[in-house]
């Protein structure tokens, strides 16, 4: 059984820092493609930055410079790394696995093209 198990998110204030985790299990990961996403209150859920097999990032306009993307334990662990939060970035967070090695950046932001997901964890951000 393939298991993603996101862990990290809380409450915190504007301008503090998380750092989310996601582990995976059931099967190897290497050649896969990760991701973490996003759902905010009454919104569709949108993608938030994306790690390729080759290491190559990506990122949402509205987290770039501020989140970071990474891998560890032979690419079976993701993390997303969020400095300077705002409250705008209050929201469920998934990590998510494709079975792709790479794939264009317009590619990476769809939902559909995920095979694998987590169960999510809440961010809260106070103004």
């Known amino acids: 059984q393939v298991l993603l198990v996101e862990s990290g998110g809380g409450l915190v204030q504007a301008g503090d820092s998380l750092r989310l985790s996601c582990a995976a299990s059931g099967r190897s990961f290497t050649r896969f493609s990760r991701a973490w996403f996003r759902q905010p209150p009454g919104q569709e859920r949108q993608f938030v930055a994306a790690?390729?097999?080759?290491?190559?990032?990506y990122y949402a306009d509205s987290v770039k410079g501020r989140f970071t993307i990474s891998r560890a334990d032979a690419k079976s662990t993701l993390s997303l790394q969020m400095n300077s939060l705002i409250p705008e970035d209050t929201a469920v967070y998934y990590c998510?696995?494709?079975?792709?090695?790479?794939?264009?950046?317009?590619?990476?932001?769809?939902?559909?093209?995920?095979?694998?997901w987590g169960q999510g964890t809440q961010v809260t951000v106070s103004s």
């Open positions: 998510a696995a494709a079975n792709f090695q790479w794939a264009p950046n317009l590619v990476l932001t769809k939902v559909e093209k995920y095979d694998y």
């Open positions: 790690i390729l097999w080759s290491g190559d990032t």
